[in-house]
């Protein structure tokens, strides 16, 4: 820093904090933990003959078993391209960079396939039945209703994790002083994304929730899926799965309002670990923020007082001055005044 040539602080990379603190808002979320280690990361497990019974999360079977990818390839009319990208990483490590949103997408896009895929590997493989039937119970519309809430969530987290991607090649540096501004706007569209309440106190609509938002992956469900109809398989007159359809759009208003709570949960931990990563030497360094500054050109680029609240505590210290005892004073002890 040129203002402050003797100024030092060491802070983690913006791109691994972010994404630890995501890592960890989502792990300390039961019913979000369960769906990504259902669908995405949960590791398989090998029976004593050496093949897999159990071959962990949807997107993992995807990319290990030969099987289960040539049998969804020819449900699929086209294989997703993101899905494809997301199958090909080597590791689905939860701290692989943009692994929850792209599994995610390409899971949202090629639900119907997936469903096919799952009932013919129920019905055809012995050793994968019980498999099947558990991926098929993951699938329910509750479950892809957060699935797809986690994904728009994950693709904010991504703008702000990426922030600095191309910091070196353009010649730019990555600067504290910029943190703060990425910060303000990441905690402002995910109000817009997932409350009911903007900062003033005014009521909104949850932009994820409306239908001109075209882009969001709940909408992007909905178009690909059907979460109104119920949907079952029965197999020598028993029940493969059942997923009980919303049936009505109050109903799924109400389911999604669940899963709403639910990313609440999980932005407020997010959000709680980026405070404590950058917050208090980024937004105190804000003001030097030019780049901001440019690109808005107004003060109020640098100082956001709707999202930040600082709280100034002055302790007045004032010493202790011994006076001389008096003559004539009954007592020799000097006096001291506060």
């Not at 040539?5 to 890592?23: G, T």
């Not at 490590?93 to 599994?103: G, K």
Request: proline share 3%; with cysteine; charged share 20%.
């Amino acid at each position: 820093m040129g203002l402050s040539p003797n100024f030092k602080a060491v802070v983690r990379c913006c791109m691994h904090a972010s994404q630890k603190a995501l890592e960890n808002a989502i792990k300390a979320c039961k019913p979000a933990q369960k769906v990504i280690d259902d669908l995405i990361f949960a590791y398989s497990s090998s029976s004593t003959t050496g093949q897999a019974k159990d071959l962990g999360g949807l997107s993992r079977a995807l990319r290990n078993s030969c099987k289960v990818n040539a049998t969804f390839m020819r449900y699929a009319n086209e294989f997703d391209a993101v899905l494809e990208k997301a199958c090909k990483v080597n590791s689905f490590a939860a701290q692989r960079f943009n692994t929850i949103l792209e599994v995610s997408q390409g899971l949202i896009w090629n639900v119907t396939p997936l469903v096919s895929c799952l009932v013919e590997i129920h019905k055809r493989d012995d050793r994968l039945r019980a498999w099947a039937a558990k991926m098929l119970q993951a699938l329910c519309p509750k479950s892809l209703i957060l699935l797809s809430l986690l994904a728009e969530l994950a693709a904010c987290a991504s703008k702000f994790c990426h922030a600095f991607d191309n910091a070196k090649k353009s010649g730019k540096r990555s600067s504290i002083t910029r943190t703060a501004g990425l910060l303000v706007q990441l905690k402002d569209e995910l109000q817009r994304l997932f409350y009911f309440q903007r900062p003033d106190g005014s009521f909104q609509e949850p932009l994820c929730l409306a239908e001109h938002y075209t882009a969001g992956f709940l909408q992007l469900l909905q178009r690909s899926y059907s979460l109104l109809e119920t949907n079952a398989h029965v197999e020598n007159n028993r029940i493969v799965f059942y997923h009980g359809g919303a049936k009505s759009q109050a109903n799924l208003q109400s389911m999604v309002a669940t899963a709403l709570g639910t990313i609440q949960t999980v932005i407020e931990a997010y959000l709680a670990g980026l405070d404590g990563e950058f917050a208090g030497l980024a937004y105190s360094l804000q003001p030097f923020d030019c780049e901001s500054w440019q690109k808005h050109c107004s003060d109020d680029a640098l100082w956001p007082c709707r999202t930040m609240s600082i709280r100034v505590r002055v302790v007045w210290q004032i010493p202790v001055v011994g006076i001389p005892a008096l003559k004539g004073g009954s007592s020799g002890r000097s006096r001291q005044d506060p």
